[in-house]
């Protein structure tokens, strides 16, 4: 069974930097591509960033652009989001989640990890 574990989240003042780890125990076909998405209070999950199973970008998000990079570590399941120049509306729980992504096309959304606090402060 695929499990996806998150780490990495903290309280940082606007304009800092964190990174956040998401390990993939067990990943199989089901788990190909991976993305960051995350939770504000009061707000549905938004897409934060997703990429292929080789690592390239399938999408991300215009308010992060310039700001966060995503990474895929094939070879230790590993992915990560590096987040510089913090701004408050990025506060929210981040989620790792994977999917078996046919021809690209996420369908299942049904692998997430447990998630991640991140808070910015002003």
């Known amino acids: 069974q695929v499990q996806l574990v998150e780490s990495g989240g903290g309280s940082v003042q606007a304009g800092g930097s964190l990174r956040l780890s998401c390990t993939v125990h067990?990943?199989?076909?089901?788990?190909?591509?991976m993305g960051w998405f995350r939770q504000a209070p009061g707000q549905n999950r938004e897409t934060v960033v997703r990429v292929d199973s080789d690592g390239t970008m399938a999408y991300e998000d215009e308010s992060v652009k310039g700001r966060f990079t995503v990474s895929l570590d094939n070879d230790k399941n590993n992915l990560y989001l590096q987040m510089n120049r913090l701004k408050v509306e990025d506060t929210a729980m981040y989620y790792c989640a994977a999917d078996s992504c046919p021809d690209g096309v996420w369908i299942d959304y049904n692998l997430w990890g447990q998630g991640t606090q991140v808070a910015v402060s002003s």
């Open positions: 067990r990943r199989d076909s089901s788990s190909r591509c």
